[in-house]
């Protein structure tokens, strides 16, 4: 499934800011669950790699690429948080 879902986000752009899109809906509705999500990738793809098993690229850089989406997400809504605060 992570093999297909990369092939697609390596070819269609707008496949890209729809899983973006997707993330943050999802996140807005449960936090929980995108923070382990995202978590659970990228400590299983660290750990496979220090544990000496051969990653793929396309596996490495979708994880790469949802840790730097959540965190963007994140930073937008502090952002936003922010801006609605009045003082």
Do not use: C, P
């Given at each position: 499934?992570?093999?297909?879902?990369y092939?697609v986000?390596?070819?269609?752009?707008?496949?890209?800011?729809?899983?973006?899109?997707?993330?943050?809906?999802?996140?807005?509705?449960?936090?929980?669950?995108?923070?382990g999500?995202?978590?659970?990738?990228?400590?299983?793809?660290?750990?496979?790699?220090?544990?000496?098993?051969?990653?793929?690229?396309?596996?490495?850089?979708?994880?790469?690429?949802?840790?730097?989406?959540?965190?963007?997400?994140?930073?937008?809504?502090?952002?936003?948080?922010?801006?609605?605060?009045?003082?």
């Open positions: 499934m992570v093999v297909e879902t092939a986000l390596d070819h269609d752009t707008n496949v890209v800011q729809e899983l973006r899109t997707f993330m943050d809906s999802i996140l807005s509705i449960d936090q929980d669950l995108v923070t999500a995202v978590r659970t990738l990228a400590l299983n793809t660290i750990t496979a790699y220090q544990n000496g098993v051969s990653i793929k690229w396309h596996d490495a850089e979708l994880g790469i690429y949802l840790v730097y989406i959540f965190g963007e997400i994140n930073k937008s809504k502090r952002t936003l948080d922010r801006s609605k605060k009045t003082y």
